[in-house]
């Protein structure tokens, strides 16, 4: 089992800036990509961004140039730097982690969420 914990979000102006940061322990074997996305109210669930364990980024259309997506392999961490926030970037968001077993199943695993609320 492996568990991702998501922590960073909070209320923020327009124009200003959050990290969030999501950190996976468990019975860890591989994480292959790492993700993150968002829901905001009355809507579908968003890919906002994706990272591979090469890092190697993909980004959804209404983020890119103001969002940035790492991660540090060694500490099972994925971040999320978001510049520029705008109202319609207030959502929950949700960390996720493509996974192998050592059983070698694949198992996605997600966050618990946090939110992130733009207003002025």
């Known amino acids: 089992q492996v568990q991702l914990v998501e922590s960073g979000g909070g209320l923020v102006q327009p124009g200003g800036s959050l990290r969030l940061s999501c950190g996976a322990s468990g019975s860890i074997f591989r994480i292959n990509d790492m993700g993150w996305y968002r829901q905001a109210p009355g809507k579908q669930r968003e890919l906002v961004a994706t990272?591979?364990?090469?890092?190697?980024?993909d980004y959804a259309d209404s983020v890119k140039g103001r969002f940035t997506i790492s991660r540090d392999n060694a500490k099972n961490t994925v971040y999320l730097q978001m510049n520029s926030l705008k109202l319609e970037d207030t959502a929950v968001y949700y960390c996720n982690a493509d996974t192998i077993h050592r059983s070698l199943a694949r198992i996605i695993y997600w966050g618990q969420g946090t939110q992130v609320t733009v207003s002025s």
């Open positions: 990272i591979t364990s090469g890092g190697s980024t």
